[in-house]
């Protein structure tokens, strides 16, 4: 059996606000509401559940996509003027990194998450 992360809960201040965001930005799936949570489809095997809290730390969610979504996600920073960068501690140059050969950019949700798109894996040493 292949293990896959089914789901995981991302909080937030305004749940249906915070899904609405990763759909508009990303085109995921709107699910609605389920308990307290709003669930966004990622892909045919992952969920976000958008949790409103007070409180909470910020969360990292990377994203691995195709070139042509790359360029769609990308499009829609620039056009809503969401600052980004090209590294987690530089979400505010204007820059993308091409590391591994790919594309990658960071940026954060109304909540404070860092978002990365990334269209390469990272290259992990063998042992």
Known sequence: ???TLN???VPCFDNKESAQFYCKLFGFEYIGEFSRFIVVRVNDTLC???DSRDKFESNHYAFKVSEQEFDEIFESLQTEH???GNGPSE???TTINHSYGGRGVYFHDSNGHLLELLTVD???PTQ
Do not use: E
């Open 1 to 3: 059996m292949t293990i």
């Open 122 to 124: 990272y290259v992990m």
């Open 7 to 9: 789901h995981t809960i």
């Open 91 to 93: 979400v505010n140059n």
């Open 82 to 84: 969401i600052k980004y």
């Open 48 to 50: 976000l559940d958008f």
